[in-house]
């Protein structure tokens, strides 16, 4: 198999930072076994990240909905930006209730999944089964 040249200068470049990879990997290592222990704190920590993820995507979508002004996108850009703005003030002055909401959600999520996995949901919501033919 020929070597090219371009795989032996790669692998010189990974030797190198090895290091820096390997010392990544710690940090990341001990930073999930304190998010382990201190669930609480890494749950208000995710949801402010959200916030501010929420936020800045807001204000991206809003300076696109503005350079889009004229189309058809803008009126919908600009409800969704602004969603986006108003959902991440929330959860960054109220990540506690933002967390306990979110938490609701994603149960009713599954729960609902699930009753529809198992057929209780999913045949009436459908109606292939009739209420009679139910065990």
Known sequence: MASDGKGTSET???RRDFGWIAALGVILVLAGLVGLVYTGVATLTSM???GW???IGGIVGLLHAIQARGTNFFWL???VAALNIA???VVISRPDAAAEAL???AALLFDSLGLIATGYGGRRIVGMVSNAAQP
Request: a positive charge; glycine letters at 12%; zero cysteines.
């Open 53 to 55: 993820l929420l936020l």
């Open 87 to 89: 959902a991440g003030v």
């Open 12 to 14: 010189a470049k990974l």
């Open 103 to 105: 938490t609701m959600f």
């Open 48 to 50: 402010i990240l959200f």
């Open 77 to 79: 850009g600009l409800v």
